[in-house]
């Protein structure tokens, strides 16, 4: 069974910059896309970023293109989020997900890391 095990999660003031990391482990899998995903109190769960295995594309959500970075270790099964900028706006759970085929959703998902930005 595949695991996804996120951190780097904080309490930072606004315009400080966090780096969070998601470390996918357990068995034989395929990794096609990783992704970060983030959900705040009363709102649905919102995409963030996400990295193409083979290539390395990325893919970024509207609210934080030109601030966050997404990278990954093949090596280590790791993917990055580098966030820099950040707002209030941004305090949300953050969840790293693994998407193992080029058909249907992000098969596996981790319990997520807590960021929270002050004013």
């Known amino acids: 069974q595949v695991q996804l095990v996120e951190s780097g999660g904080q309490l930072v003031q606004a315009g400080a910059s966090l780096r969070l990391s998601c470390a996918a482990s357990g068995g034989t899998f395929s990794i096609y896309y990783m992704g970060w995903f983030r959900q705040a109190p009363g709102k649905e769960r919102e995409f963030v970023a996400a990295?193409?295995?083979?290539?390395?594309?990325?893919f970024y959500g509207d609210s934080v293109t030109g601030r966050f970075s997404i990278s990954r270790d093949n090596a280590k099964n790791t993917v990055y989020l580098q966030m820099n900028s950040l707002k209030p706006e941004d305090t949300a759970l953050y969840y790293c997900a693994l998407k193992s085929s080029y058909v249907g959703n992000y098969d596996y998902w981790g319990q997520g890391t807590q960021v929270a930005v002050s004013s």
């Open positions: 990295i193409r295995w083979s290539d390395e594309s990325t």
